[in-house]
T-cell receptor, first 112, second 114 residues
Framework: SQQGEEDPQALSIQEGENATMNCSYK?????LQWYRQNSGRGLVHLIL?????REKHSGRLRVTLDTSKKSSSLLITASRAADTASYFC????????????FGKGTKLSVKP | KAGVTQTPRYLIKTRGQQVTLSCSPI?????VSWYQQTPGQGLQFLFE???????NKGNFPGRFSGRQFSNSRSEMNVSTLELGDSALYLC?????????????FGSGTRLTVV
């Protein structure tokens, strides 16, 4: 079952612009994570934000979490062509289970 | 340190055959999870192994099975392959489970069933 849903499904921007992707989820969580996947390859862990955090930064990435709205956003500032990839949010479904549940992703295309 | 190694990278099998995929996690990681990725269904959780025991299982038929060895290496097996099993199979390694610190993924095995 899908826990997180990303929005938009696809996003096309010019190099240098900012890209914002959103994720909504259904049940309470302990943390929310963002991953990047280049075409046909494995996913790369970008950032983890815990349920008691509201904002987190890592380089050009900024993630926010609003547990009251059950939503998160990923902002990539000053995007580069190398940022072209699919981005997924993943949640732990709030339990002690070890697995994550992934959304279907946002496909980001950054044009040079 | 070495990453997560999945073998083989590509595989073509015929309907009805069986297949075994292998994953070597990061040294010291005790949790290995397997995911199936298809364009239609996205990333679907198959199962997780922790210290040689299956800890979680997704909603897949019994044709999908796995195991983990004492060195944490894991294999997954799909028997009686169907066309719909064509997918990218991803192995994810973590110290205690993806829920705590996140996963390190392998590059995947692309399985094509013809």
């Amino acid at each position: 079952s899908q826990q997180g849903e990303e929005d938009p499904q696809a996003l096309s921007i010019q190099e240098g612009e900012n890209a914002t992707m959103n994720c909504s989820y259904k049940t309470s969580i302990n943390n929310l994570q963002w991953y990047r996947q280049n075409s046909g390859r494995g996913l790369v862990h970008l950032i983890l934000i815990r349920s008691n955090e509201r904002e987190k930064h890592s380089g050009r990435l900024r993630v926010t979490l609003d547990t009251s709205k059950k939503s998160s956003s990923l902002l990539i500032t000053a995007s580069r062509a190398a940022d072209t990839a699919s981005y997924f949010c993943a949640t732990d479904a709030g339990g002690s289970q070890g697995n994550l549940i992934f959304g279907k992703g946002t496909k980001l295309s950054v044009k040079p | 340190k070495a990453g997560v190694t999945q073998t083989p990278r590509y595989l073509i099998k015929t309907r009805g055959q069986q297949v075994t995929l292998s994953c070597s996690p990061i040294s010291g990681h005790r949790s290995v999870s397997w995911y199936q990725q298809t364009p239609g269904q996205g990333l679907q959780f198959l199962f997780e192994y922790f210290s040689e025991t299956q800890r979680n299982k997704g909603n897949f038929p019994g044709r999908f099975s796995g195991r983990q060895f004492s060195n944490s290496r894991s294999e997954m097996n799909v028997s009686t392959l169907e066309l719909g099993d064509s997918a990218l199979y991803l192995c994810a390694s973590s110290p205690y489970g993806g829920h705590s610190y996140g996963y390190t993924f392998g590059s995947g095995t692309r399985l094509t069933v013809v």
